[in-house]
């Protein structure tokens, strides 16, 4: 199992690699999970093009192309239950279908954040946030619980 939690080359450049002049499946055997609100504006065939950021061009052809033409993408919506501690969700981010994955192990809980935060002291201070969305808005539901029940916080990064 591959999970992509939002289609920028800094989180699906592991899906391929190159060999000699092709870019060939890293994880040939693995179901790549993608969120489908993230697939359709990525998609150069879509019907809205796609604005691609510095740094994010041939992204689709290197990178998610070819384990779509594999049929190994299943797309998701909302929400997708891994297993019965494991699931996905969608998060306000950097782009259209960001997820965050959720991890619930008795009263234990976590959250794999990707890039909605960029660092924990976002977590104080969410207007810190270089993107035009603001993150409070998307992070007010799980951490406005009792601080007993707050999920810890993964971030993807941690910048100095």
């Known amino acids: 199992m591959a ?3 939002h289609l920028r080359n800094d989180h699906v450049g592991w899906n391929t690699r190159r060999e000699h002049r092709d870019w060939v499946l890293t994880f040939p055997k693995a179901t790549y999970l993608i969120p489908k609100r993230e697939f359709g504006p990525w998609n150069p065939e879509g019907p809205v093009r796609p604005k691609y950021w510095q740094g994010n061009q041939n992204v689709w052809e290197d990178s998610v192309l070819p384990v779509h033409q ?6 998701w919506e909302n929400s997708y239950v891994l297993d019965s501690s494991l699931k996905l969700d969608l998060a306000a981010g950097r782009t259209p279908g960001s997820s965050v994955i959720r991890l619930e192990s008795g009263n234990d809980r976590a959250v794999f954040i990707g890039d909605p935060l960029h660092t924990a002291l976002q977590l104080e201070h969410p207007e810190f946030n270089r993107h ?4 409070a808005v998307s992070w007010s539901g799980p951490l406005t619980t009792t601080p007993s029940s707050c ?3 993964f971030p993807a990064t941690v910048l100095p």
Do not use: D, E, M
């Open 132 to 135: 035009s969305r603001p993150v």
């Open 70 to 75: 594999a049929g190994l993408v299943t797309l």
């Open 151 to 153: 999920p810890r916080i």
């Open 3 to 5: 999970v992509n939690t």
